[in-house]
Nanobody, 117 residues
Framework: QVQLVESGGGLVQAGGSLRLSCAASGRSFSDDAMGWFRQAPGKERELVAIITSGGSTVYRDSVKGRFTISRDNAKNTVYLRMNSLKPEDTAVYYC???????????WGQGTQVTVSS
């Protein structure tokens, strides 16, 4: 069975930083893209960043220049470094893996990020 476990969320002041981690188990994702999504209360889940197996990245416009996605294939882990955090970044952040046919088939349980003003 596949599990994705996020960690690193918490409370932070505006302008601060956090690093999220997502450790995968059950299979290797070294040949697959992995991504981070987030969902704020009352809003739809949205893509934050994607990293391919080769290390190519894409970010939503609102986090460009502030967030960095990376991966360590030896550890089967993906990271999200978040700098210059803003209150609007407050959300539950989810790790996703196993993209095919337009969907990510595996999801983590989420980790809460709260940014105070």
């Amino acid at each position: 069975q596949v599990q994705l476990v996020e960690s690193g969320g918490g409370l932070v002041q505006a302008g601060g930083s956090l690093r999220l981690s997502c450790a995968a188990s059950g299979r290797s994702f070294s040949d697959d893209a992995m991504g981070w999504f987030r969902q704020a209360p009352g809003k739809e889940r949205e893509l934050v960043a994607i990293i391919t197996s080769g290390g190519s990245t894409v970010y939503r416009d609102s986090v460009k220049g502030r967030f960095t996605i990376s991966r360590d294939n030896a550890k089967n882990t993906v990271y999200l470094r978040m700098n210059s955090l803003k209150p609007e970044d407050t959300a539950v952040y989810y790790c996703a893996a196993g993209y095919s046919n337009g969907n990510y088939h595996y999801w983590g349980q989420g980790t809460q990020v709260t940014v105070s003003s």
